[in-house]
């Protein structure tokens, strides 16, 4: 069993909808998570990071996260065409290193 | 702005040559730089920690004879592809731990732009 394990998609929504990712983690003593972007041939940038159970909001994502389900996901609201890219949960082990899902890679059709 | 650079961001060699990427942090002084390796469609998975002043830590399954890695100061640190295969040929990227601010669960890496690398 991968530690951090995602859909790899892709996940094609149109503009303005709402796309939703999802992330399991096999370590329940987790307690920090992280959602990154990824655009293809780029590096990875953190869009959001959640260490409490339930959501919480920045601008159009959402994170949830329901440690007693060891689930993690990822609401983008009003999907944009810029919003295609791959996108990476990530959990942290330890104080500092990171340990990455597959990806799932998001379409958002104009 | 970045707060990591890493160089070069593409290269492409001859089979058995050896490649030198850097990657260092900008405004802080990191005692703490992983390297990562992702394969088309695959996601980053972590090589080796590098610590300065010390030996690099290796993950399960990675050569430290083929990747030497080098954290000679507290902003620098180098991996070395040695007699790079095309099997060799991926996107790594560096990071780096930003020190002195416990523990950062907000922002525990910085990320670096990444490496193509090309073997023919």
């Known amino acids: 069993q991968k530690e951090v394990e995602q859909n790899s998609g892709p996940l094609s929504v149109p503009e303005g909808a709402i796309a939703s990712l999802n992330c399991t983690y096999s370590?329940?003593?987790?307690?920090?998570f992280f959602w990154y972007r990824q655009y293809s041939g780029k590096s990875p940038e953190l869009i959001m990071f959640i260490y409490s159970n339930g959501d919480k909001e920045d601008g159009r994502f959402t994170a949830q996260l329901n440690k007693a389900s060891q689930y993690v996901s990822l609401l983008i609201r009003d999907s944009q065409p810029s919003d295609s890219a791959t996108y990476l949960c990530?959990?942290?082990?330890?104080?500092?290193?990171?340990?990455f899902g597959s990806g799932t890679r998001l379409l958002v059709r104009p | 702005g970045a707060v990591v650079s890493q160089h070069p961001s593409w290269v492409i060699c001859k089979s058995g040559t050896s490649v030198k990427i850097e990657c260092r942090s900008l405004d802080f002084q990191a005692t703490t730089m992983f390297w990562y390796r992702q394969f088309p469609k695959q996601s980053l998975m972590l090589m080796a920690t590098?610590?300065?002043?010390?030996?690099?830590?290796?993950e399960q399954g990675v050569e430290k004879d083929k990747f030497l890695i080098n954290h000679a100061s507290l902003t620098l640190s180098t991996l070395t592809v040695t007699s790079a295969h095309p099997e060799d040929s991926s996107f790594y990227i560096c990071?780096?731990?930003?020190?002195?601010?416990?523990?950062?669960?907000?922002?525990?890496?910085?990320f670096g732009d990444g490496t193509r690398l090309s073997i023919l």
């Open positions: 590098s610590n300065e002043g010390s030996k690099a830590t290796y």
């Open positions: 990071s780096a731990r930003r020190p002195g601010t416990g523990v950062r669960r907000d922002q525990p890496q910085h």
């Open positions: 370590d329940r003593g987790s307690q920090s």
């Open positions: 990530a959990v942290l082990r330890g104080s500092y290193k990171l340990i």
